[in-house]
């Protein structure tokens, strides 16, 4: 059996920097940056500009995974797609990412791509999708993107702050490949509990409903801004995100018969730096052997993990023969660890 190693990463985030200031300025919001900083560590986060989708974003960032690999695009056999925020309702983003790959060109096979759903901790619910197929030995290079574009769906006035002032765009690629070195994704543990369901969610829609979004008298679709917009219950989710951090990390540790003194670096979920310094103190993990880019990103859900990887890679800080934790846990609640020696 193979085992799965990351063979390379890529990230790209858009051009356009908007400050917590910039939240005050430009969008009249009642914030402040010493209120967000305080409270998330956020300094500033990407839009992308109208027109944008996460294939779009996804795009630069898996051709400087595939580089990075040293592989062609026509090496790849799946794309895992793990977004929340999709360009349509469907389909998914994975396959048209495969077509700005040039994937579906004459020639090339016209291999699959698997849209995956959960959030936060999407990329590691998908990392542990692509290790276990290319573990299986059915395929050799699996793509594993998570990417955002939050700007279009948030309520940028002040009614929305608590949540607006939170989320940023980017995308970051890691491409799952099969090898006989004796290193790779060595186990991962995943996590839900769907009584939480609508304590972070999106709905815009009810399925439920008849139609689906009520209709005017015109026909004309409405949908509510408490509808329209991400709702959550903060201070339930930064406790739950605590404890299950905690617990999931302890757990693919235990599971690995590895202690927390023998990981080298830990990726935590840049949802909020409180949370991460919270799960740090509690497990006294030293700051010097975490990596965190939401002061400058924001909270890019899908997008997290995968960024900070190829930013720790290019910047010299991950290096092959270290053992990394990545931690992830967002709305569903849902929630993973993955333990991957480099
Ligand atoms: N600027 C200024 N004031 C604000 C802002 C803002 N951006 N946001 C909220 N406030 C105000 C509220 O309106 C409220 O005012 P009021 O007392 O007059 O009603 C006051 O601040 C306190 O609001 P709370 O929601 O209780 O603030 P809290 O201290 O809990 O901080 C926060 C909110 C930062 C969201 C916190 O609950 C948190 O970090 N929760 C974790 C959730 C998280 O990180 N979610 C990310 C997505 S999920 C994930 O990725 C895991």
Redesign the pocket.
């Known amino acids: 059996m193979p085992n799965a190693y990351i063979s390379g990463t890529g990230y790209y985030v858009p051009p356009r920097v908007v400050t917590n200031d910039d939240l005050v300025k430009d969008y009249g ?4 940056h010493e ?2 900083v305080k ?2 560590g956020i300094e500033a986060r990407r839009y992308a500009e109208k027109g944008v989708g996460p294939s779009d974003l996804a795009l630069p960032a898996a051709e400087k995974a595939i580089e990075n690999a040293g592989l062609d695009k026509s090496d790849i056999d799946m794309i895992i797609f793990c977004t929340l925020s999709p360009t349509y309702a469907f389909p998914g983003d994975g396959v048209m990412l495969q077509e700005k790959l040039g994937r579906c060109e004459d020639g090339h096979r016209f291999i699959p791509a698997l849209d995956i759903r959960n ?2 901790s999407g990329f590691l619910y998908g990392l542990s999708t692509a290790t276990a197929m290319v573990k299986s030995g059915a395929l050799k290079h699996v793509m594993v993107v998570g990417a955002e574009v939050h700007s279009a769906a948030l309520d940028l006035t002040t009614r929305g ?3 607006s ?2 989320f940023g765009d980017g995308a970051g690629v890691s491409i799952v490949s099969a090898t006989e070195e004796d290193r790779g994704v060595r186990n991962w543990h995943l996590g839900a509990d769907g009584r939480f369901a609508d304590v ?1 969610c999106q709905r815009v829609w009810d399925m439920r409903e008849r139609p689906f979004i009520p209709q005017d008298e015109n026909g004309v679709g409405q949908v509510k801004p408490e509808m329209m917009f991400a709702e ?1 219950n ?2 339930l ?2 406790k739950h ?1 605590i404890e299950r951090m905690v617990a999931v990390l302890m757990t693919a540790c235990w599971e690995a018969g590895i202690t927390l003194e023998d990981v080298d670096l830990f990726c935590f ?1 840049q ?2 730096l ?2 991460n310094q919270y799960v740090s103190d509690m497990l006294k993990i030293p700051a010097e052997k975490t990596v965190h880019n939401i002061q400058r990103f924001g ?1 890019t ?1 899908a997008a997290t993990i995968p960024i900070l990887l190829a930013e720790a890679e290019e910047s010299g800080k991950l290096k092959p023969g270290m053992k990394v934790a990545c931690i992830a ?3 569903g609640f849902t929630w993973g660890a993955a333990l991957i020696d480099w």
Do not use: E, K, P, Y
């Open positions: 919001i009642d914030t402040s209120w967000i409270r998330t959030q936060c702050r608590t949540v002032s939170l972070l959550m903060g201070r989710v930064f995100a979920h949802a909020n409180r949370i909270n859900t846990f967002g709305s």
